[in-house]
Nanobody, 123 residues
Framework: QVQLAESGGGLVQAGESLRLSCAAS????????MGWFRQAPGKEREFLGA????????YLADSVKGRFTIPRDNAKNTVTLQMNSLKPEDTAVYYC????????????????WGQGTQVTVSS
């Protein structure tokens, strides 16, 4: 199996930035599409963006486009989420996920999930 671990969450003020990281371990010799999701209390998990298996294509949700990016990393089996101009409504648990198939905005297309990292944005 593949294990994913998010890090970088915390408490920030509105307008500030955070960079989340996701490290993969286990069966990481295979290529994966990597996605980022978030889930606020009482709400469904929301797609944020994804990086293709080749690392060439990125796809960002309209809700965060222009503020969030998924930069390419030199390190293997890692993915980051750069979050700028954070708003209180960005408060959620942020998850990374890996897909053995393709880049997707659908939760069901992802095979592995991290445990999440809390991001809290104060006004």
């Amino acid at each position: 199996q593949v294990q994913l671990a998010e890090s970088g969450g915390g408490l920030v003020q509105a307008g500030e930035s955070l960079r989340l990281s996701c490290a993969a371990s286990g069966r990481t010799f295979a290529p994966y599409a990597m996605g980022w999701f978030r889930q606020a209390p009482g709400k469904e998990r929301e797609f944020l963006g994804a990086l293709s298996r080749t690392g060439v294509t990125t796809y960002l949700a309209d809700s965060v486009k222009g503020r969030f990016t998924i930069p390419r990393d030199n390190a293997k089996n890692t993915v980051t989420l750069q979050m700028n101009s954070l708003k209180p409504e960005d408060t959620a648990v942020y998850y990374c996920a890996a897909s053995e198939s393709r880049i997707s905005s659908r939760l069901t297309d992802y095979d592995y999930w991290g445990q999440g990292t809390q991001v809290t944005v104060s006004s």
